[in-house]
C-alpha cells in the first residue's frame, strides 16, 4: 500500500543523487516532494507539515549538504523519522496482552463499518492458534444482525481456525433494537458476559461494540461507561486503512474518551496509501499492533514499523543502484541501448547483456527492490537466480545470427540449443516467448514516461505469469497467493466507456 | 425535490461539530479580510483537509490566484462564492436527475438499481435509505439480496425488509450472487414492482475476481431486463481519502457507475474526495447518506455540499 508513496520519494531523491553537492534550498525542494507526496498519501496535513520540518532540521543537523552522498544521507533521515513516527512507544502493550488471573478483557471501537467484527474474529483466531481460548461478545445492539453476523464468525474461528482453544459466543439477542433504543444496554450485556467467562474459565473476552461517529455524544459516552464498568485491559481503535484527512479527528476523540491501547489498520489489502497509519499514530501515540489483510478470520498480520518504512523507503537504495548500474553501464551504452529498444530491435544479445549485468549487481530480489517503480511493480514475482542461469546457458547455445533475429530459431535449431544447453525444448520455447514479450514490451516502455513505466511493467509481469503458469519455469514466478494484476492496467486513465 | 430542501441546514448541523475539532471555518478565517499569498495557502490548507486532494486543489487554488492577480478577485469574502460557482459547474442538473426504466412495449419494467462498493462503505444500509426513498414517492419496491458471502449479510437487509415492509428475494449463503440477481428480476417482472434495488458484497476494486463477479451480475441483470439496470450506485465512505478515486475508476470500469451515494456524511468528514472523483471520472453524486437510520438520505445539491464544507460558524 505504501507503494506509491514510494515512487513519489524516489522522485524527490533522484533529483538529489543526481547532482554533486547540494544546499539547503535542495533539501527544502526535496521535502516538498516528499510532503506532495505525503498529501496524496492521506497523510494529515499539519502531521505532514511537523514531519517535513523535523526531516529538514534533521537533514541540516546531519550536515546532508556536505555530505558526498546526499541523496543517501537525506534518505536515511527520512527514514529514520518515519520509523520513528510508525515506532511504539518503548513502554506500551504488546499484541494482544495476558493478565493472570484471566480473563484479560479487550474492547474494540471505532467508527461505522472500519472491520470491528471482523477483526474480532480475526483476533480470536489469533489467540485460538496460541492456545488461548476466548470469548467473542455482542456488545453491538444497534447495527441489523451484528449479532448474527458475530456468532457465525464464531462459529468460523471454531470451526475452521487452527488451534485447539475453545471460541464461546455470548449474546443476548433480546436486547437487540432499532437505531438509538437500546444505547447503555450493552453495559450489562458485557458485564453478564464477563460473569460467564469468568464461570467457563475463559482465557480472553473480545468485546465487539457498535460502530459510532467520534462526534455522537450519546454513543460515545455509551463506550465509556463499557470502558469504566468493565476496566478492559486493552482497547483496540480499528481503523480503516483507506481513511483521509478526518482520521485525526475520530483517532483523537476515541483516544480521549478510551485512552486506547492499540491500533488495528484494517483493508491494508487494498491499494490505499495508508497515510493514515502515520497520522493515527501521531496523534494518539497508540501504536498500530495489527493489519488486517483481507476478509478471512486468519487475514491478520502483527504490524512491524521497520517492514513499512523500509518499504516506504525502498528508494534508500536508489541510490545505490545508480552507482551500482553507471559502473556497469556506461551512459553511451545506456543511451543506445534505449534507441534499440524503441526501434524494437533488442537482441538476445542485449537481452543476456543486461541479464549479466543485473546478475553482477546482486541478488535478483536485492535489485528489484531497489528500482523505483520497477521494485513495487515485480516484488511479487520470485524471479529465480537458477533460472537465469539457464537462461544464460540457452542463449550461449545460439548462434551469433539467432541472437539477432530470433525468428530464425524453427524446431531443429530449438533442438539443438536444448542439447547444448541441456535444457528442454519447451524450456527454450518459453525462453523465445519470453524475449518477444519483453522486447515488445521494452519498446514500448522506451516512450513512455515513468508512470506508464509501471504500468507497463505491471503488463508485462501479467503476460509473464500467464505464460509460465503451471508449466513450473520462466523468469517470472508467481508466489503462491500472489495477485495477478489485469492485463487492462494500461488503461487506467482512460475516460469510462458507456456500453 | 422540495422534500429535501432541508437539506443546507441538516448538512450544516452535522458538519457544525467539526468546527469543535478544527479551528474556525473557512468562511471565518476569509472574512473581512484583503486577498494575498497567505490567505490563498490557507484555502489550499483547508481543502487539502477536506481530502479534496492535492491536484484538484491546486487546480483550484490556481484559478483564484489568477483571478486574484487579474484584480478580478480581491476580498476574502468572495473567495467561497468564486469556489461555489467552480464546483458548481461540476455537477450540472442533468447529472443529477435519477434514471426510470421507460414502459417496452406498453409494459411496465421494473426500474433497477445495482448498489456496490468497497467493505464497510455503508451500501446495505444505503439500500434501505434508497428502498425508504422510493417507497416514500409511492412506488413498490423489491430488494435483491446479492450478498452471499459475508457473515450476516442477508439477515441485515432481511431485517431491513421487515422494518420497511418491502418483499426481498434472497439466495443460499454461500451461493452464487449472479443468480441470486436473476432470480430478484425474475421476481421484480413477475410481481411488476416499480423498483429492484439490488444489494451486493463488499469488495475491493483491487481484487479482479471479484471485480468480474459484479461485471456478471450487471450483465445478468441487462440479459435479463432490457435496458437495466437503470442506476449503477457505487457507495463511496465519506471519510475515505484520495482512495476513493481509485475506486470509483476501477467500479466504473466493472460496472458503468451512474452515480455516488456519499455515505456517512453526518461525522466530521467534508467528503472533498467527491470532487475528485468528478474531476478525474466525471461520475456525479447522486445521493448522501446522514445516518444510520432509513430516512438520513437527501438528493445531492452541490450548493448545499459546498456551502457545509465552508459553513460558517454557529
Ligand atoms: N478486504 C478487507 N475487508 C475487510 C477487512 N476487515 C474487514 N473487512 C470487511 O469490511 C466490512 C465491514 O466489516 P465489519 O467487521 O462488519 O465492520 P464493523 O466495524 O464491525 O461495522 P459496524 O459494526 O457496522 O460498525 C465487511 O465486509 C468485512 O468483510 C480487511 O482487512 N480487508
Ligand atoms: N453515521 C452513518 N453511518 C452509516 C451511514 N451509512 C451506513 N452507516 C453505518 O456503516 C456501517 C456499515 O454499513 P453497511 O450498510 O453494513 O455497509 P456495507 O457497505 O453494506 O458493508 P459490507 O456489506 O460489509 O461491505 C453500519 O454500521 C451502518 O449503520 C451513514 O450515512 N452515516
Ligand atoms: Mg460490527
Ligand atoms: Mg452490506
Known sequence: MFERLQDAFSGAFRKLSGKGTISESNIREAADEVRTALLEADVNYDVVNRFCEQVIADALGAEVTKSLKPGQEFIGVVQKRLV??????????????????PPTIIMMCGLQGSGKTTSCGKLAAYLKKRGR???????????????????????????EAPGGARVEFYAEPDKVAAYGEAVGVAVGVCQRAVKQAMRDKVDTVILDTAGRLHVNDDLMKELQSVHKMLTPHQV????????????????????????????????FDSDTRGGAAISIKEVTGAPIRFIGTGEKIDAIEEFHPERIASRILGMGDVVSLVEKAQQEVSEEEAEELQEKLARGEMT??????????????????????????????????????????????????????????????????????????????NEVGRLVKQFETVSKMAQQMAGLG???????????????????????????????GTKTVSPKAGYKKRKPKKR | ???????????????????????????????????????????????????????????????????????????????????????????????????????????????????????????????????????KSGRTVLLGACDTFRAGAVKQLEIWSDRLDVDIVRGQEGGDPAAVAFDACDAAVARGVDVLIIDTAGRLHTQDPLMRQLTKIRDVVARRIPGAPHEVILVLDATSGQNALRQAEEFTRAIDVTGLMLAKLDGTA?????????????????????????????????????????????
Open chain 1, 348 to 425: 538476445m544479445d542485449d537481452f543476456l547483456k543486461q541479464l549479466r549485468a543485473i546478475r553482477r549487481m546482486g541478488p535478483m530480489k536485492q535489485l528489484l527492490g531497489m528500482l523505483p517503480g520497477v521494485g513495487s511493480a515485480l516484488k511479487d514475482a520470485d524471479i529465480d537466480d537458477k533460472q537465469l542461469n539457464r537462461v544464460e546457458g540457452m542463449i550461449n547455445s545460439m548462434t551469433e545470427r539467432e541472437r539477432k533475429d530470433v525468428s530464425l530459431l524453427n524446431n531443429s535449431r530449438r533442438r539443438r540449443i536444448s542439447k547444448g544447453s541441456a535444457a528442454s525444448i
Open chain 1, 133 to 159: 481460548s476466548c470469548m467473542l461478545v455482542a456488545a453491538d445492539l444497534q447495527r441489523p444482525a451484528a449479532v448474527d453476523q458475530l456468532q457465525i464468525v464464531a462459529q468460523q474461528v471454531q470451526k
Open chain 2, 1 to 135: 425535490m422540495a422534500v429535501f430542501k432541508n437539506v443546507v441546514s441538516r448538512i450544516s448541523k452535522g458538519l457544525r461539530r467539526t468546527r469543535e475539532a478544527l479551528t474556525g471555518s473557512l468562511r471565518s478565517v476569509l472574512a473581512g479580510r484583503a486577498l494575498d499569498e497567505d490567505l490563498i495557502k490557507e484555502i489550499e490548507a483547508r481543502l487539502i483537509q477536506a481530502d479534496v486532494g492535492v491536484k484538484t486543489t491546486r487546480k483550484l487554488v490556481d484559478s483564484i490566484r489568477t483571478d486574484w492577480k487579474a484584480g478580478t478577485l480581491t476580498r476574502g469574502d468572495d473567495v467561497i462564492d468564486h469556489l461555489k460557482l467552480q464546483l458548481k459547474a461540476m455537477w450540472p442538473d442533468a447529472d443529477r436527475s435519477l434514471q426510470f426504466a421507460t414502459p417496452e412495449n406498453g409494459e411496465k419494467t421494473p426500474t433497477v438499481i445495482l448498489v456496490a462498493g468497497i467493505n464497510g462503505s455503508g451500501k446495505t444500509t444505503s439500500v434501505a435509505k434508497l428502498a425508504n426513498l422510493m417507497r
Open chain 2, 270 to 314: 467534508r467528503g472533498g474526495a467527491a470532487i475528485a472523483v468528478r474531476e478525474s471520472t466525471e461520475i456525479p453524486v447522486k445521493f448522501i447518506g446522514l445516518g444510520e437510520t432509513p430516512d438520513d438520505i437527501e438528493l445531492f445539491d452541490p450548493e448545499a455540499f459546498i456551502e457545509a464544507m465552508f459553513a460558517d460558524e454557529g
Open chain 1, 84 to 101: 520513528e513516527f510508525l515506532s511504539p512507544p518503548d513502554d506500551s502493550k504488546p499484541g494482544v496482552i495476558h493478565v493472570a488471573p
Open chain 1, 236 to 267: 483496540f481503535l480499528v481503523v480503516d486503512a483507506m481513511t483521509g484527512q478526518d482520521a485525526v479527528n475520530s483517532a483523537k476523540e476515541f483516544h480521549e474518551r478510551l485512552h486506547v491501547d492499540g491500533v488495528i489498520l484494517t483493508k
Open chain 1, 450 to 480: 515513468a508512470m506508464g513505466k509501471m504500468k507497463a511493467l505491471r503488463q508485462m509481469q501479467g503476460q509473464a505469469q500467464q505464460m509460465t503458469a503451471g508449466a513450473g519455469g520462466g523468469m517470472f514466478k508467481p508466489k503462491v
